[in-house]
């Protein structure tokens, strides 16, 4: 606001200076009318500098944001009043003399921007913030519906939570109801009253309002249906109903606790949350007295629930990953009907990411009645522990892994992803194992082995010379009375040597290296037989034998093909050649010679590693013509055991990229009309195109040098030649005289046309007729037929060349329900058969 009071500088409006007159005689006479004029001038000054700062202070009310619009008239109006009198002022004094140049100009005050804001826009704004809040208001709502258990998750029971959105819903809807009632009316209003004015807009916002009107009751009417149907389950969120906690080595910790991850077999002890389960669910049962709450851990288990601590009685055990979904079966008496009542309440969802395969070499796991242990027969017991799965369904590179089979707090195998491990004596096992690239924490699961009835023995091997063993044979017990010995060499499952003897030790030079075991037969003088295995012997070898094959996929192929199937692409001498990009490549690990678990395979593109999620098939992708190298790696730092393969990919992409497609199918009845699709050829030379496409249908029909790339043809059975596969096949040349064949990749199978005869029984459309009826019957058929066979189900038949018999009839004497079968061959279709059914009474 600019201030009309502003002073120049260096003046003073207490300073008169009066404009210089020149002193004459004549205006001496008038020095009493001059010091009067100048008590005037002082007193208007005095005024002015009042009226400068009551002016200030108005200004600066005005500039105030928090001062009501009312108010803020008010103080304009006197604002104005005082630059008024200032102006009179300013007049007077130069009417008294004083000088005008020391005067400043009155400026006049401003009137501030809002009041120029016209009713008009002001209504507009106001009308598109409500439309903004009311479309907010309903996304909200409408979340809330969907998602009743946001209203739960700050301590909300689901009875509160349904009438806090009954409420919410009478609120708005009452409100956008109103809006629109409100519109009908003004606008209802305006059309009836208005004359002599144009009232296509008043129709216009009252069709507007009736149909806001009519929608806003609908949806209303669906809101509140869609309220009513909430749930207990919708509005519970399951997850927070029960505390679960995992075993680790000597402790229980949270499954929510961060670098915690489930790895089936797996101990979880589980706890009610209380607070939860009586702020959620317990409104739900209304008055009730709780009897028992048992868990279903969703794996077989049942555990009942101290009622007085809120904990479950013992623990879960889950032998293999996947989900569990669990629920509390609560029992309970109705206080008011004095009923006994079951409900089952879903509680959690516990998924299991991966799991370690545990499996008796000579026998298959079970479990005891419980579900609670795991149980892999009698000693002596060799168990294979296989980690695999973790490290792919983790992702992790490194085969870190720490086993402690017997529990006894010492490792017993380490950086080996399966391994064997043979229990020697009968007892329950805390079998441990821990992953440190994934998390410090050790799992723990149950072992059981069972007491055996005959001596237990273990065998002792001793390498004496590179691949040569000794192995002696111990009993656990110094009663045991063995009569005889079968030795067994094995690699895996199959059996390299098998030696009788009745001596307690062996030898044996194993062929090559490997991981092999020795398995001992034995048979005592009480005629009991029972056998021991070794554990497994480990013979190294200096590097390994990579078997693999390739295959590939692309635009033109998009099913994985082997190179060895294919012209286009080949794998040669370690140099992979393709003709496309991008082309996705997938490596088969078929077997590593000698089979060493505690080998760590790498697969790398252009030094950049390749993940696998079975550690046998790979997969990468070529999007770029430059050469690229891939790496095969197998390592074993325990024994200092490496092999490195590579093979180079090379992109020579053709000049001509073409496919050849047939839609709809590629075998159909006769006649078949297919469409030939090369439509998709592309060309790797931007300066030329194609110009002719040469179809050749395989038919014998030919068309040369024509521009469409898409053509139809129909295929016929030959009856004559009795031909019925077709090979299409497409040349295309270019402009720069570039041809290229293709074939379609499969042949084109016309089938015999199947033609149905149809029987018809002129006096009996029902097929029913009596004994000793003569039936007529007839054969609806074009053409001229070669000959005509008719059986007619009671021993008679007849034949006849021609039409001459397309129509007949037969007497049946004997009651029952007879078949009628008819043949027709001709000389230019194939033949056709017919049958139907008549019953005699």
């Known amino acids: 606001m600019v201030d009309p009071f502003f002073q120049k500088a260096g003046q003073s409006p207490n300073v008169w200076q009066p404009a210089p007159q020149q002193q004459t005689n004549t205006q001496a006479a008038q020095k009493v009318d001059a010091v009067l004029n100048q008590q005037q001038i002082q007193q208007i000054l005095q005024q002015q500098q009042l009226l400068q700062q009551q002016y200030n202070q108005l200004a600066a009310m005005l500039q105030n944001p928090k001062l009501p619009d009312t108010q803020k008239q008010q103080v304009y109006q006197q604002a104005q009043q005082l630059s008024a009198q200032y102006q009179q002022n300013n007049k007077n004094l130069e009417a008294l003399g004083y000088n005008p140049n020391h005067v400043n100009k009155p400026t006049v005050v401003q009137k501030p921007s809002w009041s120029k804001l016209s009713m008009k826009w002001f209504l507009i704004w106001c009308f598109v913030l409500l439309i903004v809040l009311v479309w907010w208001l309903v996304g909200i709502f409408y979340y809330l519906i969907n998602n009743p258990a946001q209203l739960s998750s700050v301590g909300l029971d689901p009875e509160t939570t349904r009438n806090l959105l009954q409420v919410f819903s009478v609120t708005f809807f009452g409100l956008v109801i109103f809006l629109a009632m409100w519109m009908l009316v003004v606008n209802w209003y305006r059309l009836v009253s208005v004359k002599n004015k144009s009232k296509i807009w008043y129709w216009f916002w009252l069709l507007f309002g009736f149909i806001l009107f009519v929608w806003w009751i609908f949806l209303w009417s669906r809101v509140l249906d869609m309220i009513k149907n909430i749930s207990v389950d919708s509005v519970v969120d399951n997850n927070r109903l029960i505390v679960t906690k995992v075993y680790f080595k000597e402790w229980y910790i949270n499954s929510n606790t961060p670098g915690v991850s489930l790895i089936a077999p797996s101990l979880m002890s589980f706890e009610l949350n209380t607070s939860y389960f009586n702020g959620q669910i317990l409104p739900s049962f209304g008055q009730a007295k709780f009897n028992q709450i048992i868990l279903d851990c969703g794996n077989g288990q049942s555990i009942p629930m101290n009622m007085s601590t809120a904990k479950f009685e013992w623990s879960c055990i889950y032998f293999n990953k996947g989900e569990y979904s669990m629920n509390l079966n609560v029992d309970y008496v109705n206080v008011p009907t004095g009923e006994r009542m079951q409900k089952d309440v879903p509680a959690w969802s516990i998924v299991f990411v991966s799991e370690v395969s545990v499996s008796p070499v000579d026998w298959n796991v079970t479990y005891n009645d419980a579900n609670t242990e795991m149980i892999v027969w009698k000693v002596p017991s060799k168990i294979r522990f296989d980690a695999s799965s973790v490290f792919r369904d983790f992702s992790l590179q490194d085969y870190k892994v720490i086993w402690d089979a017997d529990g006894d707090w010492e490792v017993d195998k380490q950086n080996a992803s399966t391994f064997t491990y043979t229990y020697k004596k009968a007892q329950l096992y805390a079998v441990t194992v821990r992953f440190p690239d994934l998390s410090k924490y050790w799992y723990v699961f149950p072992l059981r082995v069972e007491q055996s009835d005959v001596p237990v023995c273990e065998i002792l091997a001793t390498n004496t010379e590179w691949t040569s063993y000794n192995f002696n044979l111990q009993f656990l017990e110094s009663t045991a009375n063995v009569v005889e010995y079968q030795y ?354």
């Open 488 to 841: 067994l060499v094995l690699d895996g499952k199959k059996t390299l040597a098998n030696t009788k003897s009745r001596q307690t030790y062996f030898d044996y030079e194993f062929p090559s290296a490997g991981i092999y075991s020795l398995k001992v037969e034995f048979i005592t003088d009480e005629g009991k037989k029972w056998s021991c295995e070794s554990e497994d012997i480990e013979v190294w070898a200096t590097d390994f034998k990579i078997n693999y094959d390739l295959s590939y996929k692309s635009p033109w192929s998009p099913k994985f093909t082997a190179f060895n199937q294919s012209w286009l692409n080949t794998f040669v001498n370690n140099i992979v050649t393709i003709s496309e990009i991008p082309t996705v490549i997938q490596l088969n690990l078929i077997s590593i010679i000698p089979n060493n678990p505690r080998a760590i395979k790498k697969i790398s593109l252009d030094g950049l590693p390749i993940l696998s999620t079975d550690n046998k098939n790979f997969e990468f992708t070529i999007d770029s013509p430059n050469e690229h190298i891939v790496e095969i790696l197998v390592e074993d730092s325990s024994t200092n055991a490496k092999t490195v393969e590579t093979f180079s990919i090379y992109v020579n992409r053709d000049s001509i990229i073409g496919r050849l497609i047939i839609k709809p199918d590629s075998v159909w009845t006769s006649p078949f009309t297919v469409t030939l699709d090369a439509s998709t050829t592309t060309l790797n030379d931007p300066e030329d195109e194609i110009v002719y496409f040469t179809w050749d249908f395989g038919d014998g029909e030919i068309k040369k040098n024509i521009s469409q790339s898409v053509v139809q043809h129909v295929y016929n059975y030959d009856q004559t030649k009795e031909n019925w596969t077709f090979n299409p096949k497409v040349t295309i040349t270019t402009k720069k005289w570039i041809t290229k064949e293709i074939l379609l990749p499969v042949p084109v199978i016309v089938k015999k046309q199947t033609i149905e005869l149809n029987i018809v029984l002129d006096s009996h459309p029902g097929q029913i007729a009596r004994v000793n009826d003569r039936v007529p019957m007839s054969l609806s058929i074009n053409g001229l037929p070669k000959r005509i066979y008719w059986d007619f189900g009671n021993w008679k038949i007849l034949e006849c060349n021609g039409r001459e018999c397309v129509s007949t009839s037969t007497v049946y004497d004997t009651p029952g329900t007879y078949t009628i079968k008819a043949k027709v061959t001709f000389d230019d279709r194939p033949e056709v058969e017919g049958s139907i059914n008549i019953k005699v009474n």
